[in-house]
């Protein structure tokens, strides 16, 4: 494990900075060999906003007459580690888990006044995006600002079920599940954010520093989502054949804690 980490170290360094003095380099090979790589743990909550799914909003209200869709969200839950593979420069694994929903219903009326639909639907996702990330710290001190970034994927355990009340004597349209399956999608994420530490070297003691931390991140996931209306629907719209994207991205401020594994002695 300590060569792949020495490995990530050599490969970041020639990347970011072909320049850099031999010293610098050789000081954090010094901290792997000397196993003072400092990891550190995390935890925090969040609070998303900025959910959208354009798209599928659009066809959803356009061609099945729906209403407006209002994503409601929990908070957001995310642990991980991170690595201190020099003074400006961590390494580390994120996880994080939220919930989005939404429920609406809407009225179908139609040539004379006893014959109707009435459709009410719900839409539950619970995502559980995950990261390999770094983190950018240009001063290491008791308040450290830091950016960064992430590369991994999501699991979406997505489920939309309808109901439906009607009057229509040959009604196609019957409840159950519109869609429901799970999706795996890569995604990335980007992150700046503050460490206030408890003691001026927050490196010292196992609890290192309260944080908070602003999110965007995005999914690549695209769903034939309005599939199973297929048969459902006379004259099915040709729109709701394509694939949407569904709960692409979103924004989030994060709450949280860091706890030091191997505190620094001095």
Do not use: C
């Not at 990347?15 to 060999?33: G, P, T, Y």
């Not at 790589?37 to 906003?49: A, H, K, L, N």
């Not at 980007?190 to 995005?218: C, I, Q, R, T, W």
């Amino acid at each position: 494990m300590k060569l792949v980490f020495k490995i990530f170290v050599l490969t970041l360094f020639f990347i970011s900075n072909a320049k850099s003095q031999n010293n610098e380099l050789v000081e954090v090979l010094r901290q792997f060999d000397e196993n003072t790589y400092r990891p550190i743990i995390y935890t925090s909550f969040g609070f998303p906003f900025a959910i959208y799914s354009k798209d599928f909003e659009d066809a959803y209200k356009n061609q099945l007459k729906g209403g407006e869709i209002e994503f409601q969200a929990s908070n957001l839950y995310s642990a991980g580690i991170k690595f201190w593979v020099s003074q400006k420069h961590r390494i580390g694994f994120n996880a994080n888990f939220v919930n989005i929903n939404y429920w609406d219903e809407y009225y179908i009326q139609g040539q004379v006044s006893h014959i109707y639909r009435y459709i009410s639907n719900s839409f539950d996702a619970n995502l559980f995006p995950m990261f390999a990330t770094y983190d950018f710290i240009p001063y290491d001190k008791q308040f450290r600002s830091y950016i960064g970034g992430g590369l991994g994927m999501t699991v979406a355990a997505i489920r939309w079920s309808e109901n439906v009340n009607s009057t229509y004597q040959y009604e196609k349209r019957k409840s159950g599940d519109i869609y429901k399956g799970t999706v795996f999608s890569p995604s990335f994420k980007l992150h700046a954010g503050v460490e206030m530490g408890f003691d001026k070297n927050p490196s010292k003691k196992f609890l290192g520093s309260f944080y908070f931390e602003f999110d965007y991140y995005y999914s690549l996931r695209k769903i034939d989502i309005f599939k199973n209306l297929e048969s459902k629907i006379t004259d099915f719209p040709k729109e709701l054949k394509d694939k949407y994207e569904i709960l692409p991205g979103q924004l989030s401020l994060n709450l949280g804690l860091t706890f030091n594994l191997n505190p620094v002695q001095k």
